[in-house]
């Protein structure tokens, strides 16, 4: 069975702070893929990120950067000199990396607010 | 680019009535996923399709039933509305080679309101 934790239910921080947002999985596959999700008030999801579990490196683009670390089974998502704009609830999710339409696999979010 | 369209955006039923939501996939997607997303909580897979078939199932009540037609379109049907079938209902399109990947492109949602 495959499982994502967000154990950051909320968390609050003032304009132009970094914030990092934890996420931790379980999974028996060696292939699967990995994604961050952005839910705005209005209510999208919107896609952020996708990394498979063969590729290490982190990645960075603009304010956002992303550290994937299989030996903790981490996916770990920052936000750099944090805006308003950014707040948000952000999901990190699971794929299990088959051709079948199989499920993506959601955390249970963490509401961030960045403060003015 | 043409995203995944959902219609209804916003939904008012009453308790025991039935619903149908509307799905059309990005065009060339041949892979349809139904989420469900209540007050506060993470989306819920309840079902997906490849091709018309059923490829996997989540947490779907007996009361809902889903199929994807030969224009790739899906259409989510409630019946028997109950107060807690009110969410945020979410379907998401995705294609091969994207597909494995789990790369699932998601429209703007239905609002269903169950009074």
């Known amino acids: 069975a495959q499982k994502v934790t967000q154990a950051q239910t909320e968390i609050s921080v003032v304009e132009k702070e970094d914030v990092t947002l934890d996420c931790v999985y379980e999974t028996r596959d060696t292939t699967y893929y990995l994604f961050w999700y952005k839910q705005p008030p209005s209510g999208e999801l919107v896609f952020l990120i996708r990394?498979?579990?063969?590729?290490?490196q982190n990645e960075i683009s603009g304010r956002y950067s992303w550290n994937f670390q299989k030996s903790t089974s981490s996916f770990n998502f920052t936000i750099t000199a944090s805006q308003v704009v950014d707040s948000a609830v952000y999901f990190c999710a699971l794929h299990k990396g088959e051709t079948s339409g199989s499920r993506l696999t959601f955390g249970e979010g963490t509401q961030l607010t960045v403060n003015p | 680019a043409a995203g995944v369209i959902q219609s209804p955006r916003h939904l008012i039923k009453e308790k025991r009535e039935t619903a149908t939501l509307k799905c059309y996939p990005i065009p060339r997607h041949d892979t349809v996923y139904w989420y469900q997303q209540g007050p506060g909580q993470d989306p819920q897979f309840l079902i997906s399709?490849?091709?018309?078939?059923?490829?996997d199932k989540g947490s779907i009540p007996d009361r809902f039933s889903a199929q994807q037609f030969s224009d790739y379109h899906s259409e989510l049907n409630m019946s028997s509305l109950e107060l807690g079938d009110s969410a945020l209902y979410f379907c998401?399109?995705?294609?091969?080679?994207?597909?494995?990947?789990?790369?699932?492109?998601f429209g703007e949602g239905s609002r269903l309101t169950v009074l």
């Open positions: 399709f490849y091709e018309k078939m059923q490829s």
């Open positions: 990394r498979n579990s063969f590729d290490e």
């Open positions: 998401a399109s995705s294609s091969y080679p994207d597909r494995g990947s789990g790369e699932l492109f």
